[in-house]
């Protein structure tokens, strides 16, 4: 299975205190996280899947109200709050257990390459949480799994803004390597072997040592056409 990015707490799953038991989406975000590391992806989906009818039931009910956002800590919802102030919206802000648990249901589906209702999924996602550089960068990584390669860059692309509006500097960081990473490896599929060469370089600024990204910039040293 593949590594993402996660908050602290969940990596830490999947010990359950008591208000998270009386909490069904807590409960299963610790319990999919321990199945997802025990490698068992199908078992996870399954786990999941058991709360999402009732996020869906509570994102409906609050979008018969107005807007709705969601957000994994405070600067964010604080963030998707100032964009429904500006548009004059009242607006509801889903928590971050809500927000992951929709997330690592896509991102099982993508992991088991069910890929058309991953994307759908992320999309749905994202259009809760715009500003969610994990989130649009998984999304890009599941259209360039089905070869869309320009909505994959658009959505690297989207990754990276996101990445430098996150107060979180760590977060940023990462999230902005990743966008980064990613678009490179479109860029080089698309034949822009500069511009994959620049998009590398530059998440090392934010990654530096990174495997992934060296070994990109070697693959291009070698293959980049001569001029």
């Known amino acids: 299975m593949r590594l993402f990015l996660l ?102 589906l993508i992991d088991l390459k069910r890929f058309s209702e991953g994307i759908d999924a992320l999309e749905k996602l994202t259009a809760l949480a715009p500003r969610n550089g994990q989130y649009l960068a998984e999304l890009a990584f599941a259209y360039r799994s089905t070869g869309d390669l320009d909505k994959a860059r658009t959505n690297y692309e989207r990754a990276i803004e996101a990445g430098e509006s996150t107060t979180d500097k760590k977060r940023s960081a990462r999230v902005r390597a990743l966008g980064l990473r990613g ?31 060296k070994s990109e910039l070697n693959y291009i040293k070698e293959n980049r056409p001569r001029k």
């Open 7 to 108: 908050p602290l707490a969940l990596v830490l799953a999947p010990v359950v205190n008591a208000q998270e038991k009386a909490d069904p989406v807590k409960a299963a975000l610790a319990s999919t996280m321990g199945q997802i590391g025990a490698k068992q992806p199908d078992a996870a989906l399954r786990t999941i899947d058991a709360v999402i009818p009732g996020i869906e039931r509570s994102i409906e009910e609050a979008r018969a109200k107005g807007g709705v956002f969601c957000a994994v800590d405070m600067p964010e919802a604080l963030m998707y709050a100032a964009m429904a102030d500006k548009l004059n919206q009242s607006s509801t802000i889903m928590d971050g257990s809500t927000c992951q648990a929709l997330f690592l249901r896509a991102y099982l």
């Open 183 to 213: 678009l490179g490896w479109v860029l080089i599929e698309q034949g822009d072997w500069d511009g994959a060469e620049r998009a590398l370089r530059q998440s090392l600024k934010f990654e530096p040592g990174h495997a992934g990204a």
